[in-house]
């Protein structure tokens, strides 16, 4: 009897403290940076700022009324920016641009001449509208004291159009292009040729893009990320989690307010 009284309190006293070990461990034991108000935010250009939808019925008409062909150019065009980055043989995003929508051609069927192609983005691209929530949210952010750039992996020439045209320019100190250092976002060497031209130190840039790509490669490069929930954009799961994730331009410049 007194055997087992010994062992029964021997078990409960096992239990209550292993229990109380396992209670102690913290389930993550990772501390999170405390974010710094950033000296310098870096806009991406594309979906992030303006909107591709207008060019919907261009690249539909080149492509036999297939306007629902659009995503399917974009992300192929976004594909082999990586593939000249990685090969070394770098070409601009307008001649890649304009090579896969030939390859989305073929693989639909639909017979397009290089020019055609070519009238179908580079004309239309140019002269995208901006979403309805960029300019009155850049203009809080310039209010705020803030420094805006883009940075794009379109030309420097494209951007400035592009930029002028959805009547954007007078909020941006400057604008970079990826043809400065030959290899595309989300490459690591465009953000940090990007942070040293603007004389920063990397923890001190915002990186604010609608493409989960541009946030994870920003992120590894070491800036602060802002994701902005474009309708149909969502972040890469394996990649970290942006420091803030946002509707839209609005959203973010009332949140960094609390910076001021």
């Given at each position: 009897?007194?055997?087992?009284?010994?062992?029964?309190?021997?078990?409960?006293?096992?239990?209550?403290?292993?229990?109380?070990?396992?209670?102690?461990?913290p389930?993550?034991?990772?501390?999170?940076p405390?974010?710094?108000?950033?000296?310098?935010?870096?806009?991406?250009?594309?979906?992030?700022?303006?909107?591709?939808?207008n060019?919907?019925?261009?690249?539909?008409?080149?492509?036999?009324?297939?306007?629902?062909?659009?995503?399917?150019?974009?992300?192929?065009?976004?594909?082999?920016?990586?593939?000249?980055?990685?090969?070394?043989?770098?070409?601009?995003?307008?001649?890649?641009?304009?090579?896969?929508?030939?390859?989305?051609?073929?693989?639909?069927?639909?017979?397009?001449?290089?020019?055609?192609?070519?009238?179908?983005?580079?004309?239309?691209?140019?002269?995208?509208?901006?979403?309805?929530?960029?300019?009155?949210?850049?203009?809080?952010?310039?209010?705020?004291?803030?420094?805006?750039v883009?940075?794009?992996?379109?030309?420097?020439?494209?951007?400035?159009?592009?930029l002028?045209?959805?009547?954007?320019?007078?909020?941006?100190?400057?604008?970079?292009?990826?043809?400065?250092?030959?290899?595309?976002?989300?490459?690591?060497?465009?953000?940090q040729?990007?942070?040293?031209?603007?004389?920063?130190?990397?923890?001190?840039?915002?990186?604010?893009?609608?493409?989960?790509?541009?946030?994870?490669?920003?992120?590894?490069?070491?800036?602060?990320?802002?994701?902005?929930?474009?309708?149909?954009?969502?972040?890469?799961?394996?990649a970290?989690?942006?420091?803030?994730?946002?509707?839209?331009?609005?959203?973010?410049?009332?949140?960094?307010?609390?910076?001021?």
């Amino acid at each position: 009897m007194k055997i087992r009284v010994l062992i029964s309190l021997a078990t409960a006293f096992f239990m209550l403290n292993t229990s109380s070990a396992f209670a102690k461990e913290p389930a993550d034991t990772a501390v999170q940076p405390l974010l710094v108000k950033p000296k310098v935010i870096i806009f991406d250009v594309n979906e992030t700022l303006l909107d591709l939808e207008n060019m919907r019925a261009s690249v539909g008409k080149a492509l036999n009324g297939r306007e629902d062909l659009l995503p399917l150019w974009f992300s192929t065009m976004l594909h082999h920016s990586l593939v000249v980055s990685a090969t070394g043989d770098y070409q601009t995003f307008g001649s890649i641009g304009v090579a896969s929508l030939q390859m989305v051609a073929e693989i639909n069927g639909i017979a397009i001449t290089p020019e055609q192609a070519k009238i179908a983005i580079l004309t239309p691209l140019r002269s995208l509208p901006a979403h309805p929530d960029v300019a009155e949210g850049l203009a809080k952010l310039k209010a705020q004291g803030y420094k805006l750039v883009t940075l794009t992996n379109s030309s420097l020439e494209g951007v400035t159009l592009q930029l002028k045209n959805a009547n954007l320019s007078q909020y941006f100190d400057a604008n970079l292009s990826i043809e400065s250092v030959g290899v595309f976002k989300p490459h690591l060497k465009t953000y940090q040729w990007a942070i040293k031209d603007l004389g920063v130190n990397a923890d001190e840039a915002l990186m604010v893009a609608a493409h989960g790509w541009d946030i994870a490669g920003a992120d590894k490069a070491g800036l602060q990320t802002a994701f902005i929930r474009r309708q149909g954009k969502v972040l890469f799961p394996l990649a970290a989690q942006p420091d803030y994730n946002v509707l839209d331009v609005n959203e973010l410049a009332s949140t960094l307010a609390k910076f001021n």
